[in-house]
């Protein structure tokens, strides 16, 4: 809340909000036929979620159990709430294409690529990533998209996702 209160302060009005967006994927991942066990097998622990959200790494440290998820989605809409009570426009989340091994079976025509080891070997790195040109990405990203807006309310529409930069 002070990081906040800060940072309308400062005048920054465009503040990251990716608290809680692991409920999100879950959701997302399970509808498309990712199983529970899946889905905690890709998350990385909380301390590592930097680098799983950039693709470069997945499981390091985890699971994220889906009380912790359900805790983060909570705290996220407190979060924006706070956010745009001020005035500020909270720059969500949106699919870079990094998706769980599970998905590369469940379809196994997508168009992924496997990026190198990372410091790390399998089963931790190498994750996949899923083509913007395959129809997949564009049915994940909406799904995303649409799941967030719901959970957190509709809002502002603007985005930020990363792709790992140092990526074979």
């Not at 909000?17 to 097998?41: C, R």
């Not at 599970?102 to 990533?129: C, D, G």
């Not at 049915?139 to 985005?159: N, R, V």
């Amino acid at each position: 809340e002070r990081e906040i209160d800060w940072m309308a302060l400062s005048g920054i009005n465009f503040p990251l909000a990716f608290t809680g967006q692991e409920y999100i994927w879950a959701k997302v991942f399970a509808d498309l036929g990712v199983n529970e066990t899946q889905i905690e097998t890709f998350f990385s622990g909380p301390a590592f979620l930097a680098w799983q959200r950039m693709g470069n790494i997945k499981g390091w440290g985890g699971p994220l159990l889906p009380s912790w998820r359900s805790q983060q989605a909570d705290l996220q809409k407190q979060i924006v709430a706070r956010m745009r009570a001020f005035g500020m426009i909270p720059v969500m989340s949106a699919f870079a294409g990094h998706i769980p091994d599970a998905l590369v079976t469940l379809f196994p025509n997508a168009n992924v690529t496997k990026s190198a080891a990372w410091h790390f070997n399998e089963p931790y790195s190498q994750v996949y990533l899923l083509s913007p040109f395959d129809p997949l990405f564009t049915q994940i990203g909406t799904s995303f998209l649409k799941a967030q807006s719901e959970e957190f309310g509709f809002g502002e529409h603007i985005y930020q996702c990363d792709t790992f930069n140092e990526m074979d």
